[in-house]
């Protein structure tokens, strides 16, 4: 997706906000403009303010001389939230400044954090981490103020190390700590390393995150009182398995709960269509489903994901990505595709369990 094409996803996602729960598609291996969402960061309701001169915060960091300091020195907490209509708890986490991250979603170990205070309109995090294979949480809320329309609406924008790697609107408060919700990119864990590798981090050397509340996409910087940036940087440590090429997380974490991955599903396209089906191990839960296309992709095509029809365009999906299926009662999960994708494509679905 283009810069302009992000300009318009995001004016009509400000237009039109949804609480629907769904990721759009990640940008591929390439420094392209990503834009997720979770249906924590979505919210209404937005009173702007003129913008005024940022404030920087220190950063906080996590294992800076090779032990867990930052993690023992705050009290881990389990909050309790409700999904499914039923009160669970939640994975530990840390607190940054009123807000929290988690310390270990499935494996992914926390490094370092920093979210700013409301109403400061820049964040800056310096960290130094031991890889490049990382993944990213970042948080962007606005209180009662995030309703602005059209291209005045306040949009999140990350470098890391000067480069732009994603945008994204601000919503209203938080439910719950934010998920890993940038990454990873590519396919593997090694194309995800080499995507931090060409934004110029590197193992032992300072990287340097900057959040930056704007007026839509590249506009002037904007003040919300009650706006407030934050980040946290993970190593990317799940255990995974690779078929068909892609490496697929074994455990992952969403919502604060964790699902263990039962089943990869896998179907090359034929005459334009392709289809793939599986079977839930655990009726209790609503599952979370991971669904892509690999290779090449029309303008505009018919999907449909338990019998749901989606009518999809290239730039703009809610078909595919990945959620909890909401008010999911049966015992299979179905995902096809008609009229875009090019044959020898490949249409594929991870699911993941809810772990007991």
Known sequence: MNTEELKQSLAAMADDVRDHGSDERLAGVDHKLALRRRTTMLGAGLAAAVAVTAVVAAPSLLDAGGGDAGITDATPTSPVRTHDAREIPVLPTIEDNGQRFFISPAGNRLLAHQVGDEGVNQVLLRFTPPTTNLLMSRLCTAGDGASLHGNDF??????????????ESCGGD???????NLGPYGYTKAENAKFWRGLGVRPGEE?????????????????????????????YNAPSVVKHGIEFDKVTEWDGQLYRLTAIRFDRVSGGEALVRADLVDLSHEPLVRRDIRGSVGGSYVGTLNDVTHRERKDRTSLLGTDVIGGFTGDQVTLGIKGAARDGAELYMAVYERTK
């Open 174 to 180: 938080l439910s719950g700590p934010p998920g890993v």
């Open 154 to 167: 306040p949009a999140m924008h990350v470098t890391v190390n000067g480069h732009e790697v994603s945008v």
């Open 207 to 235: 990287s340097v995150i900057r959040l930056v509340l704007r007026r839509g996409v590249g506009g002037p910087r904007m003040t919300i009182d009650q706006a407030q940036l934050g980040v946290a940087m993970y190593a």
